[in-house]
């Protein structure tokens, strides 16, 4: 089990005000509509999530990354838990022809708004209960949801994405923090999070579930 950060220099481009968050909006409000999932979390004002969350290209070099690094080509699979309005996968299928790609996400809003390409391949479902047989993925990845589960449903859900995937081949990351400060940062600006570890704790558990893909962070630094 491989820690590699890939996703952190594309959430340190993004200047982010912590404070605000907390000062200027009633954060409490804010996080009981942001877990709704619905559009005010992905199309709605910041305060509520990505304040327009649209296709830009930005998942493009991730995309690029995770092949080169699993070996993706051709005829294989690749499933994203955790979805949302399906970019990654888009950018999977246009830079590997002939790509089966899956995807499942608990937003019924995300998915009914997801690039036009990939929306017949996605589903709205839980990362707890994956509806899919068993080894069925050559790449599984789930990006930025575990954090949002309860730590019961964690435990749930890190084994369905082990049984799903073949062999290693899976990409996790998680928010999370190595001191002090940057807790205090992922505190004010999360709306959605129930997990809070830091890498440590994060790596026990991969471990208690008997995950053996790679895991990656972002911080807020």
């Known amino acids: 089990m491989t820690e ?44 509520y999530g990505y304040g327009g969350y649209r296709y830009d290209g930005r998942w ?62 996605l589903k709205v479902g839980s990362a707890v209960e994956l509806p899919y047989p068993d080894h069925s993925f050559d790449l599984v990845v789930s990006l930025g949801v575990l954090h949002n589960l309860p730590l019961e449903d964690v435990f749930r859900a890190v084994p369905e994405i082990e049984r799903v995937g073949r062999g290693t081949s899976k990409y996790l990351m998680v928010e999370s923090f190595r001191n002090e400060r940057e807790k205090a940062n992922l505190l004010y600006w999360q709306l959605t999070c129930l997990s809070f570890h830091g890498p440590q704790t994060w790596a026990w558990i991969y471990d208690k579930c008997g995950y053996r893909g790679d895991h990656g962070f972002i911080f807020f630094e």
């Open 60 to 121: 493009r070099p991730l995309a690029q990354t995770l092949i080169d690094r699993y070996g993706i080509k051709p005829g294989m699979s690749v499933l994203d838990v955790g979805c949302g309005k399906g970019y990654l996968l888009y950018e999977f299928t246009q830079l590997v022809p002939d790509l089966r790609i899956a995807g499942i996400d608990i937003s019924e809003y995300g998915i009914a708004n997801a690039k036009e390409e990939v929306r017949p391949h």
């Open 4 to 47: 590699i950060n890939l996703l952190q220099p594309m959430h340190a481009s993004t200047r982010r005000d912590y404070v605000q968050r907390v000062v200027e909006h009633d954060k409490a409000e804010s996080a009981t509509v942001a877990r709704q999932w619905g559009r005010d979390y992905w199309d709605g004002d910041r305060r």
